[in-house]
């Protein structure tokens, strides 16, 4: 595992401070790029803890963000300052200030991949190439997943906690085990993430973030599917598929759950920087 440290940073987002990390080359050595990693629903980007220096030691600067209103980003309580035009403009937001002059690499996880795909289609120019990783299609009927709409009635509910039950159950029946501190971490982050972010995410869940595959594929970024085929939100065929709409490339992660990024970091690592070298 690669030794390059994280470095905390502050970036600027439409509702306020964004939480951010980044992992640099090690000094001395070229820089081949900027790659803008973007979490997923009750993510942040700790999920990106193990990726982000692998990427820094192969030329990389890589800087992943808290979406808004996320764990340690700042963010409304109202639900309508989360729609899919919020989470957008800071992505984009972000790019400007990490890479003004150059487009980067995005990698988009699970919900993040939903907010990156329309950031391409609107601005093309701003991104070299852009990676899905383990995110499907939608949220509606193609996802192992209860309706959005349904999950938003429970945290009306009963809050955060309940988001954190759900999570639990199902990562035990996938025979998922964390350690204490990680469990506890995982726990405090929901808890921490604002009601409005995740009412407002489930909100956006409910329609495809775009209608037909052919828009992403005509903005002309070069694009990789990248997934696990074992207890992911989406069955393997169904990240097939996807792919062979967008004319993209794949990389499957055999045994390998929702979080490959965390479960096989090298893994993901080596097809990331095989895809960025291959799109220089």
Do not use: C
């Not at 629903?41 to 890589?62: H, I, N, Q, V, W």
């Not at 919900?111 to 093309?124: I, K, T």
């Amino acid at each position: 595992m690669s030794r390059i440290p994280i470095r905390p940073i502050t970036l600027q987002g439409g509702a306020g401070a964004l939480a951010a990390w980044e992992a640099e080359p090690p000094s001395g050595t070229q820089t081949l790029g900027v790659a803008v990693l973007v979490p997923g629903f009750t993510g942040s980007k700790e999920d990106f803890e193990f990726l982000l220096p692998l990427l820094a030691d192969a030329g990389y600067r890589a800087v992943a963000y808290d979406q808004r209103g996320q764990w340690q980003s700042a963010g409304p309580d109202d639900i309508a300052g989360y729609t899919m035009a919020d989470f957008t403009a800071d992505l984009l937001g972000v790019v400007d200030q990490v890479s003004p002059g150059e487009p980067v690499h995005l990698v988009g996880h699970s919900f993040g991949g939903y907010v990156s795909r329309v950031a391409v289609v609107a601005r093309p120019d701003r991104f070299r190439t852009f990676t899905l990783l383990a995110s499907g299609p939608s949220s509606v009927e193609d996802i192992n997943f209860p309706p959005p709409q349904m999950v938003a009635a429970w945290v009306e509910a009963g809050g955060q906690e309940v988001i954190w039950e759900q999570m639990s159950a199902a990562m035990t029946a996938a025979g998922t085990e964390f350690s204490p501190s990680r469990a506890e971490f995982l726990h405090n982050r929901i808890l921490a993430t604002r009601k409005g972010n995740i009412l407002g995410i489930l909100k956006v869940m409910e329609q495809p973030p775009i209608e037909d595959p052919a828009q992403l594929r005509a903005a002309g970024v070069p694009l990789l599917v990248a997934y696990g085929d074992t207890n992911d939100l989406w069955n393997p065929e169904v990240h097939e598929k996807f792919a062979a709409q967008l004319q993209a490339g794949t990389a499957v992660y055999h045994g390998v759950g929702h979080v490959p990024n965390e479960d096989v970091p090298e893994q993901v690592s080596a097809d990331l920087v095989k895809f960025w070298r291959q799109n220089a």
